[in-house]
């Protein structure tokens, strides 16, 4: 299996309901390290998995949404705990949007499968992957 990894950073506000967030039920913010994985059986012709420049491009674009805003306030997220894991998976989807709309480069049917890793430090991350 061949991976392309691309890299941004997303901050945001958010809050938690439930007593087994304990003091995270306030509001707070995070900054999540994100990184995308794009992952295929073989190489393209010109020897790549999908385009860099857009992997990183299409990235962005799914993070921008989120940046510097309060996640509590999105109407796609209301009545939701968006946890890393959730977002994780929230991510992907906009990436496995892009990839079906052709924004890598690369046909999404020879794409395996895209990884979406947020670190929420060095010592503790959560992921999510599955095709596009």
């Known amino acids: 299996?061949?991976?392309?990894?691309?890299?941004r950073h997303v901050m945001i506000a958010h809050s938690f309901r439930g007593a087994v967030f304990g003091p995270?039920?306030?509001l707070h913010g995070a900054t999540f390290l994100v990184d995308?994985?794009?992952?295929?059986?073989t190489l393209d012709p010109h020897g790549l998995v999908v385009d860099i420049g857009r992997a990183g491009d299409v990235l962005e674009g799914a993070l921008a949404p989120l940046a510097y805003r309060n996640l509590d306030d999105l109407p796609d997220f209301l009545g939701v705990?968006?946890?890393?894991e959730f977002l994780a998976k929230h991510i992907h989807d906009r990436l496995a949007e892009a990839a079906?709309?052709?924004?890598?480069?690369?046909?999404?049917?020879?794409?395996?499968a895209i990884r979406v890793t947020l670190s929420e430090s060095h010592v503790a991350r959560a992921w999510y992957e599955a095709p596009p």
Do not use: P
């Open 24 to 26: 995270a039920q306030a």
């Open 1 to 7: 299996m061949f991976a392309l990894e691309v890299r």
């Open 36 to 41: 995308a994985a794009f992952m295929t059986e």
């Open 81 to 84: 705990n968006t946890t890393t």
């Open 100 to 112: 079906r709309a052709g924004a890598l480069g690369r046909a999404a049917s020879e794409i395996a």
